[in-house]
């Protein structure tokens, strides 16, 4: 993949780096060994970092060819599928709740108080 500046394909560099602060935060305070993060768009790398470390007792840090076992496929897969749906109905969602809002609230709240 190439890897190109965040600008270029509509991230934040600055709201990328946030990223790094939390990941660091995480393998610092103990919660994790270690970590790999990668965001691209468009078959385009804007982000890719290693935490911590892949073998503690023998002081090897993290990589980012390091392979991880994943012991249940449901998890991810659930996920990319929430995040798939969730993309193709949100805005679908918003606007029947902007009508709803707009419409039938509006209406009942004039039932009960009637001018």
């Not at 970590?35 to 468009?42: E, G």
Request: charged share 20%; glycine share 4%.
């Amino acid at each position: 993949m190439n890897t190109v500046l965040p600008d270029k394909v509509g991230f934040s560099s600055s709201r990328l780096d946030r990223i790094r602060t939390a990941m660091q935060s995480y393998v610092d305070h103990g919660r994790l060994p270690g970590a790999v993060t990668m965001i691209a768009r468009r078959g385009q790398v804007v982000h890719a970092e290693c935490f911590g470390m892949r073998d503690i007792e023998a002081r090897k840090p993290m990589r980012l060819d390091t392979l991880f076992p994943i012991f249940s496929m449901t998890k991810p897969i659930l996920a990319v599928a929430m995040m798939i749906l969730y993309a193709q109905i949100w805005p679908k969602l918003a606007a029947q709740c902007s009508w709803l809002i707009t419409t039938q609230l509006d209406k009942k709240a004039m039932m009960d108080h009637p001018v």
